[in-house]
């Protein structure tokens, strides 16, 4: 199957104000909502992991049902809760630990007949659930994630959650790339779109869509995990693995989800902008399918959920092509990062700052 998630799928503004849906064109911005959002605190892996209960829920139209309700249940608990490609195993395995998604604790419920004919009212949908919650003594606010999913398609959409909320929806044929990819929205990240720069430097960039695809968050689908800055802003990481480089030298990475200095995050004098390099080696979950070679982001802002993918190589516009070469290296604002070589075990990369 195609992977277009971000063509795709559509995203809102945080509720409870201006629910806008987006359609999300590979060239439009995200519709976060654009204020700032800190990085949050490095975690220790070993700190006890933060539960993320679930409750999924099937819905019925007026003038439309789930042919098989049975099946799209346990459909549900197994794009949720399975052991297999699943929202549980992809964000156990790209937070190290740090959150779950127990199937204990969540819940698949329905089909749940809604007084509405079919359509693609989100808003309406929401309103008609959360009532329902209700008066089934069901307190939304138990739940990290309300799931909506409903059997009707046809909406411009592959699936839509609220940035920083709880919420989304998925039509009928959803898939478990698309469900985890909603679920990273309500998690407070962003689109991850490419700007394809000219060789050595980070001005004069162009739009390149998704072409990365080194994130859940940016087409890559449910084989790849999430890239340094996404990590960054949901503190998914220890202090010691970010390393903040001070002076200029070489600085060795391991892989993004190997244990170790998995990755730099550079600040930019005279701006809250911030360059992250990162070493992305294909093989082991969550990167099974990624892209491998050292890559480099712009954070614009200090806001990591709206952070740049850098392809530094613009003439070659394939899926992967995005990593520096080796040997190759650009420049911005008096930093310069290149890249020396990388083996199975990591990346040497040489920062040059201005003030040193
Ligand atoms: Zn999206």
């Not at 949901?234 to 989800?257: D, F, K, N, Q, S």
């Not at 290149?338 to 990591?346: E, Q, T």
């Amino acid at each position: 199957m195609k992977r277009r998630i971000p063509s795709l799928v559509a995203a809102l503004a945080a509720l409870p104000v201006a629910v806008l849906p987006v359609a999300a064109p590979a060239s439009a911005a995200h519709a976060a909502p654009d204020r700032p959002v800190q990085a949050a605190p490095a975690r220790p892996a070993a700190a006890a992991p933060e539960e993320r209960p679930v409750i999924a829920v099937l819905v019925g139209f007026t003038d439309k049902r789930f042919a098989d309700p049975a099946a799209e249940r346990a459909k549900a608990r197994d794009a949720f809760f399975g052991s297999g490609s699943s929202v549980a195993t992809y964000f156990k395995t790209v937070s190290g630990g740090r959150v779950t998604f127990p199937s204990a604790r969540g819940r698949v419920v329905g089909p749940w007949n809604l007084d509405m004919p079919a359509s693609c009212d989100h808003k309406r949908m929401a309103s008609l659930v959360e009532a329902r919650m209700k008066a089934q003594g069901l307190d939304p606010a138990r739940y990290r994630h309300v799931s909506i999913l409903f059997p009707a398609g046809g909406c411009g959409w592959a699936g839509l959650a609220t940035v920083n909320g709880r919420t989304s929806w998925m039509p009928k044929g959803y898939s478990t790339a698309g469900l985890i990819h909603e679920i990273g929205h309500n998690l407070g990240l962003g689109h991850e779109a490419t700007r394809a720069c000219p060789t050595g430097k980070l001005t004069g960039c162009a739009d390149a869509g998704y072409r990365g695809k080194t994130s859940v968050m940016g087409g890559g689908g449910p084989h790849v995990g999430l890239s340094a800055p996404a990590l960054v802003r949901l503190g998914w990481h220890t202090a010691a693995e970010r390393v903040v480089p001070t002076r200029t030298g070489t600085h060795e990475i391991t892989p993004l989800y190997g244990a170790g200095r998995r990755f730099l995050d550079i600040a930019i004098p005279g701006s809250a902008d911030r360059l992250v390099v990162e070493y992305r080696r294909r093989g082991q979950a969550p990167d099974v399918d990624v892209a491998q070679g050292v890559i480099a982001y712009l954070v614009p802002g200090g806001k990591y959920e709206k952070a740049l993918q850098i392809d530094p190589t613009p003439e070659t516009t394939e899926k992967g092509s995005t990593a520096l070469p080796w040997g190759g290296a650009f420049r911005d604002r008096g930093i310069t990062v290149k890249v020396l070589g990388w083996d199975a075990k990591g990346a040497r990369v040489w920062v040059k700052l201005p003030t040193s």
